[in-house]
């Protein structure tokens, strides 16, 4: 097997990952950690390898609570009032009277937001408890100790068993042959649509009435198809019993698992350009339905120019692209007239129709209702709005050509900012191509924070690169020198050093420290 993970996250300097080895009397393992964390997080041992990526699950719900007076001592629940418990947090302010901070507690969990706090986004003139699985006891650092330590599927199995928040994809492989992935944790057992909005608070029949039992949630072992794979999509079909919420995205899981098919004898080198594959699966949907509609004949030459850029386009969202930026810009503004009319007066909190549902919509239907401005007394059509969205976006697109940013990576300006965000201590403005629907899933500041590739051969054979380096110290050599590899779609090997190899040359230097009693 070859086991191969890229989680997707925020990039920062120093980065969040630490590249470690960690070698006791009981096992030998290899990867990445959080700084001070006792154990390797994703990485691999002699034995087996694992991966983790976002479960995506949606485990925070929250309720109205009706309080029978401003005292909040009681609130009503199932037809009686129930006494409601209280937490106090003293905040000591300097200069200043210490503010006592009281979280009223409901059957639920803690009311979050009420008429003194609302979280600064709407007046608020009520009350809300928040239902969160993080909020209940776990023990989620045994599943790393565990998992450092495992030999077979069925200590993956033992150590992921304790992974209950957050949830997680936790993908394997062993030496033995085996391949695996479960979307672990403790996920609430929800009807259809439970948690979508806000809920009562006075009828327990919204409250959470269990969890989905472990050997329930989707899982994947040794599949006829020889491979598993996650890039966040839904885990699971129409015929799963349990909701699992809303927003699974679709396109980089579609491109993988074509790849995937069309593969043979594949090997470590293959699946590092997977990793950094940067075609545009969504694009290559959507353009040509745009492409089709648009009405040429009212372009002028330059907004014809930048036309042509996405017509000879190869869907691949590389550095130097120009297409791409075209591409975003024209489906961005198409969005944002298609929308704009009904959403116009929605509070600005709502969301809008997934991108995939509105592309899906068109595809089924060039007549799809939300087409048609409906502030207008003319009845607009799928031409009359991919024409008039490119006019638009040609204004955007002709002052990023004066800005020398036409092409996709300084368009994109991938940038790994120190936590300062002092431009002095980041690297910005990176040659980097990818984007939200590629496989190298590559944004601003948020993208493949480790890559990691691990051939389970007899003696293992693993690569592995990340957007920082092992130092903290903006004047170290060692601070940011594996992100130009990074950006590059490059990779380092990974060595696991075994006993007695503590004097091979790949060794540069030593620490040793030693424990004297002083008397």
């Known amino acids: 097997p070859i086991l191969c993970n890229d989680p997707h996250l925020g990039l920062n300097l120093p980065s969040l990952w630490f590249e470690i080895q960690l070698t006791t009397p009981r096992y030998n393992v290899y990867g990445v950690s959080f700084p001070g964390a006792p154990a390797v997080i994703i990485g691999y041992n002699d034995h087996i390898a694992w991966g983790v990526t976002n479960g ?52 639920f969990g803690p009311v979050m937001y009420d008429k003194n706090f609302s979280g600064s986004r709407i007046t608020n003139k009520g009350n809300y408890a928040v239902r969160w699985k993080a909020h209940d006891p776990g023990n989620e650092l045994k599943t790393f100790m565990l998992l450092n330590a495992a030999r077979d599927y069925p200590g993956y199995l033992d150590a ?15 030496k033995s042959g085996d391949i695996a992935l479960r979307t672990q944790g403790e996920w609430p057992a929800k009807w259809k649509g439970q948690g979508d909005f806000i809920m009562p608070g006075n009828d327990g029949r919204y409250n959470w009435q269990g969890m989905i039992p472990l050997d329930e949630t ?98 691949y ?81 002709e002052a990023k ?11 994109k300006a ?49 690569f592995g690169v990340y957007p920082g380096g092992q130092s903290g110290n903006p004047g170290s050599k060692y601070y940011d020198d594996f992100i130009d590899k990074w950006a590059a779609g490059e990779y380092y090997s990974l060595w696991l050093m075994a006993k007695g190899q503590e004097k091979d040359p790949r060794v540069k230097w030593t620490m040793r420290f030693t424990n004297k009693k002083s008397t």
């Open 401 to 411: 050509q004066a800005e020398g940013k036409l092409e996709w990576a300084a368009y």
């Open 414 to 462: 991938t940038g790994i900012s120190h936590l300062t965000r002092l431009p002095a201590l980041s690297r910005l403005n990176l040659p980097i191509g990818g984007g939200t629907y590629c496989i190298n899933a590559t944004k601003q500041n948020h993208g493949p924070s480790w890559r990691m590739i691990v051939s389970l051969t007899a003696t293992t054979e693993a």
């Open 56 to 107: 995506g699950r949606d485990v925070r719900d929250y309720f109205e609570i009706t309080f029978k007076d401003d005292t909040r001592h009681e609130y009503w629940y199932d037809s009686a009032w129930r006494e409601t418990s209280f937490r106090f947090e003293k905040i000591l302010v300097k200069g200043s009277l210490s503010f006592l901070d009281t979280v009223a507690y409901t059957v």
């Open 160 to 174: 992921v068993a304790n992974m209950k928040t957050p949830g997680q994809n936790f993908v394997f492989a062993s």
């Open 218 to 315: 989707p899982f994947q072992y040794n599949p006829e198809r020889n491979y598993v794979s996650s890039a966040n999509q839904d885990p699971a079909d129409s015929t799963y019993p349990y909701y699992l919420g809303r927003g699974y995205p679709i396109y980089r899981g579609l491109v993988i698992n074509r790849l995937l098919d069309s593969m043979r004898g594949i090997t470590p080198q293959q699946m590092q350009r997977l990793q950094t594959n940067n075609y545009n699966v969504f694009a290559a949907t959507a353009a040509p339905l745009l492409l089709k509609n648009i009405r040429e004949n009212e372009l002028t030459a330059t907004e014809l120019d930048l036309l042509r850029l996405i017509k000879d386009w190869d869907f």
């Open 317 to 397: 969202n590389e550095a130097a692209s120009k297409g791409a930026t075209v591409f975003i810009e024209w489906w961005t503004g198409f969005e944002k007239k298609v929308f704009d009319d009904e959403y116009g007066n929605a509070p600005k909190v709502i969301m809008r129709p997934y991108e995939s549902n509105l592309l899906q919509g068109l595809l089924k239907d060039s007549a799809y209702t939300f087409i048609d401005n409906i502030t207008t007394e003319q009845k607009e059509d799928l031409s009359d709005i991919a024409t008039s969205a490119f006019k638009v976006a040609c204004g955007r697109l």
